[in-house]
């Protein structure tokens, strides 16, 4: 199989690496990625090499020099990422926000802290809309909601004994380097 290299002019390659520097000042770096190997594939690099290079797999960087080559710098370019549409409307986002305010124990619960397969619960049970608990975290954080982590705190814990236990007791047990300094 024959290599693709392209063979560029000399102003479309500083164009392009120029393209390629503010793509990385702007926080585009797949883009500023794509650009880097269509550069680097008009200085005679493979694919292959490419793809060592820079970390992404052969058939990527092939399918970028062709997309390079039919559209010019436009088909490098991040399209439209959609990613799953949002299935709770905007008045069904504010009755789970009045929901999450009252409270779980308001809403019939026996607990007094919402967890996140509570709220997915919460959710199916109301809406009729499944959610994955791990996708509910980024819904609560969308309506300006914050995890909050309990502390771990021993209920009789005697905190002059646990002061002294960190000071004195523990260091003692950890292990300590040996007096050998060959290796």
């Known amino acids: 199989m024959v290599p693709r290299i392209l063979y560029l002019h000399p102003k479309t390659y500083k164009r392009l690496i120029r393209l390629r520097k503010q793509a990385e000042r ?3 770096y797949r883009v500023a ?3 880097q190997a269509v550069v680097l594939n008009s200085e005679g690099r493979t694919s292959g090499e490419l793809a060592h290079l820079l970390g992404s797999p052969r058939s990527r960087v092939s399918e970028w020099l062709a997309r390079y080559q039919t559209f010019g710098v436009e088909g490098l370019l991040e399209g439209h990422r959609s990613g799953r549409p949002l299935e709770l409307t905007s008045a069904q986002r504010k009755q789970l926000d009045d929901i999450l305010e009252s409270g779980p124990v308001a809403y019939g619960l ?10 997915a619960w919460v959710i199916e049970e109301e809406f009729d809309i499944h959610y994955h608990p791990g996708h509910v975290r980024k819904l609560l954080h969308r309506l300006g909601f914050s995890v909050q982590r309990p502390r771990r705190v021993l209920a009789r814990a ?9 000071r004195y007791t523990y260091p003692s047990l950890k292990k300590k380097r040996s007096g050998k300094t060959g290796r």
Not at 111 to 119: A, K, L, Q, V
Not at 158 to 164: G, I
């Open 26 to 28: 702007d926080g585009a």
């Open 33 to 35: 990625k794509r650009l």
């Open 110 to 119: 026996d607990t007094g802290i919402w967890t996140s397969p509570m709220i």
């Open 158 to 166: 005697n905190a002059d004994q646990q002061d002294r236990w960190q």
